[in-house]
């Protein structure tokens, strides 16, 4: 990466944790759409507890700490950052399965 | 838009998972054909993004929030193919990590957000580039315009699933009128959002807007 592009990846990264760490703080907690059709609707009752419901992060930290704040940010920060590297990782195969494709005369491993 | 488990039967919730991952297995292939390597943090970085910006949930109307989707977003951004990935990473940490969105319902929220919503918007956004006026200023609002689309079309795809295999006895017909009403409300934030965040990047780095400049948009759009 140039200098002028790394630049730019770190400001976006900035502002993709300012997002996820502050902005994230003024979400509306109402019901999204789909849930809130759900509830107008009368399905909502269909829908059943997470399988994760338990874990501490579940509905972005709500089981951290007392402070909502607080499990928001983590949650935005943790969640971010995650989410760069998982797909920094899946786009690094994208990348491995065009190399495999265009050398099929190449063998892979010992 | 994220559906929790119980909401959709099993064998569709199954079903819808095939379709996902056939999804992500083209777009892998079709991805790694365009990207560079020098694209490859980038899109790691629009992912992070989509993440972030889907956290804030704003109001719509009395009692209803929405959030971003992204996947139009990161379409004009990255490409539409890489969208599906990108979408695809943010629905599995959602999902794996902050219960966001049922683990049986992954691949129908994959087929939604991640699969419709960036292709749907993309062919939206094509046919708008080549219809309006050859100038780079059309990319944002080519761009918006195509995130309301794929907004509605994502909520379509929820609808055709619930007729499927909805577990609860409601008409279609009454789910289809509430979640195009909705939406087409929440489509207007994610228009709003994404002409923003495209004309800021426009504005700094054209040169990294697929949408941009990936044929055949280039020949219609004049890239500066």
């Known amino acids: ?110 | 838009m994220h559906i929790p488990d119980g909401v959709i039967n099993g064998p569709t919730s199954a079903g819808f998972g095939v379709i996902a991952a056939g999804g992500v297995g083209v777009a892998l292939r079709r991805t790694g054909a365009y990207l560079s390597e020098r694209q490859v943090p980038l899109a790691g970085l629009v992912a992070a993004f989509v993440f972030a910006a889907q956290m804030f949930n704003f109001p719509v109307i009395s009692g209803m929030s929405g959030h971003l989707i992204g996947g139009l977003l990161a379409a004009v951004l990255v490409g539409p193919w890489a969208a599906v990935l990108v979408l695809s990473v943010v629905l599995a940490v959602q999902g794996l990590f902050f219960a966001d969105g049922g683990l049986s319902a992954l691949g129908l929220n994959i087929v939604n957000m991640g699969v419709i919503a960036p292709l749907g918007g993309y062919a939206v956004y094509r046919l708008l580039v080549g219809i309006l006026p050859r100038s780079t200023r059309v990319v944002p609002l080519a761009a918006g315009l195509a995130a309301f689309a794929s907004v509605v079309l994502a909520a379509t795809g929820f609808v055709i699933e619930f007729a499927i295999g909805g577990t609860a006895d409601v008409s279609t017909g009454a789910v289809l009128t509430a979640m195009l009403g909705a939406h087409v409300l929440i489509g207007i934030g994610e228009a709003l959002l994404t002409a923003l965040i495209v004309s800021a990047v426009m504005a700094s780095r054209p040169d990294l807007v697929y949408g941009a400049t990936a044929a055949p948009v280039a020949t219609a759009v004049e890239v500066t």
């Open chain 1, 1 to 110: 990466m140039d200098r002028r592009t790394r630049a730019f990846f770190l400001i976006g990264l900035l502002v993709a944790i300012v997002c996820g760490v502050v902005v994230s703080q003024f979400a509306s907690s109402n019901p999204d759409g789909l849930e809130y059709v759900a509830e107008q609707k009368g399905f909502i009752d269909t829908a059943q507890d997470h399988a994760l419901s338990d874990f501490a992060l579940a509905d972005y930290g709500d089981g951290l700490t007392d402070n909502s704040t607080l499990n928001t940010a983590v949650a935005g920060l943790l969640g971010t950052v995650v989410t760069l590297i998982a797909g920094y990782g899946v786009f690094w195969l994208a990348r491995r399965t065009r190399a495999r494709d265009e050398e099929p005369q190449t063998t892979h491993g010992p």
